[in-house]
């Protein structure tokens, strides 16, 4: 848990602030959603003023967090002006700050302090004034929780106990995932008790999806693909599956997770084409076997049994790049 000092030290910087910008990793997940949703209400409560910016678009299963602070997707002209004469920077979830876009860069390139707070391991970047670490935290909005409780605890409310809810909720898989503690269960209980409704939150989160996504998860399963006596699993979706179904490009949220409920699979895998050529791998592992290090060496991260990377190469070249080098790592694991 971060220390009662750093709450303290970061205290001072958001009181001094009066115009704050939150942003998170691009295709942000529920964790970086919800606990930029938690702080920037958080803020507001406080008197000032916030503009959350993300690269990306919010995905249609986490809209309904717009109901609680609106959430924006960067635009250059709308954009610029507030990034480079905001009193503050927020990074949350972001791990490193070239993941965070061009809002990131604009932000980089003003005068404002930059403050990053993550579960991630973080990387000392020069230009951040404060950065706040703690791998223990299952999710960022853990954190954000506890940055309440030490400094704002009347600060609190249904609301932005709901944002940290669907962050907690998404980064524990559900409360399945290994970064689930007794303390996760603290801090959820603790949510509860402001009347928030978890039925109601993992409908909407979980339980919409469209057609298309499931006539692509169809495509998806029908063409599973094994390695290493089918310890590994891993699955191609192109740019050309997606629209042949008439699909988005987020209906892919989840699969992994699926992949790896594979009786005997330690590893699920999916390259996925972006629309600039490049190709996002997405890692998942269970029991002992651990691919952040996997993630690493192909320039992206993550955590031990959750990672990914962007590789600037064709879908087929990224194959061929990132299977040996995950067998070998499974392999050394076994």
């Given at each position: 848990m971060t220390n009662i000092s750093n709450?303290?030290?970061?205290?001072t910087r958001l009181t001094m602030a009066k115009e704050i910008v939150v942003t998170m990793h691009m295709n942000p997940?529920?964790?970086?959603?919800?606990?930029?949703?938690?702080?920037?209400l958080l803020l507001s409560n406080l008197g000032k003023r916030v503009r959350v910016i993300s690269m990306s678009p919010v995905p249609d299963n986490y809209l309904?967090?717009?109901?609680?602070?609106?959430?924006?997707?960067?635009?250059?002209?709308?954009?610029?002006f507030f990034l480079a004469h905001c009193d503050l920077g927020i990074f949350l979830d972001v791990g490193d700050l070239s993941r965070a876009?061009?809002?990131?860069?604009a932000l980089q390139k003003s005068s404002a302090p930059l403050i990053s707070i993550d579960h991630h391991p973080g990387n000392g970047h020069k230009r951040l004034t404060m950065e706040m670490i703690d791998t223990s935290a299952c999710s960022t909005a853990t954190m954000i929780f506890d940055l309440i409780q030490a400094i704002f605890p009347e600060k609190l409310n249904r609301q932005i106990a709901e944002a940290l809810y669907v962050g907690i909720l998404t980064d524990t898989g559900s409360f399945r995932f290994s970064n689930t503690t007794a303390r996760t269960f603290d801090v959820v209980r603790h949510l509860l008790g402001y009347g928030i409704s978890p039925p109601e939150i993992y409908q909407a989160v979980y339980e919409q999806s469209s057609i298309a996504r499931m006539r692509l998860l169809g495509m998806v399963l029908s063409n599973l693909r094994f390695e290493l006596d089918k310890r590994i699993v891993w699955v191609v979706i192109t740019q050309d599956m997606v629209k042949k179904v008439g699909g988005d490009p987020d209906d892919t949220d989840g699969f992994n997770d699926l992949?790896?409920?594979?009786?005997?699979?330690?590893?699920?895998?999916i390259f996925k084409e972006r629309h600039d050529g490049d190709t996002r791998v997405?890692?998942?592992?269970?029991?002992?076997?651990?691919?952040?290090?996997?993630?690493?060496k192909l320039g992206g991260g993550g955590h031990p049994q959750a990672s990914g990377a962007i590789l600037k190469l064709p879908i087929d070249k990224a194959i061929e790049k990132t299977l040996p080098l995950l067998i070998a790592d499974v392999k050394a694991q076994l």
């Open positions: 709450w303290r030290e970061l205290e997940d529920g964790d970086a959603l919800g606990s930029s949703a938690a702080m920037a309904f967090l717009n109901k609680l602070y609106k959430i924006e997707q960067y635009e250059a002209g709308s954009h610029n876009g061009k809002v990131g860069e992949l790896r409920t594979i009786q005997g699979v330690d590893v699920s895998l997405n890692f998942r592992a269970k029991g002992k076997i651990r691919i952040n290090e996997t993630a690493k």
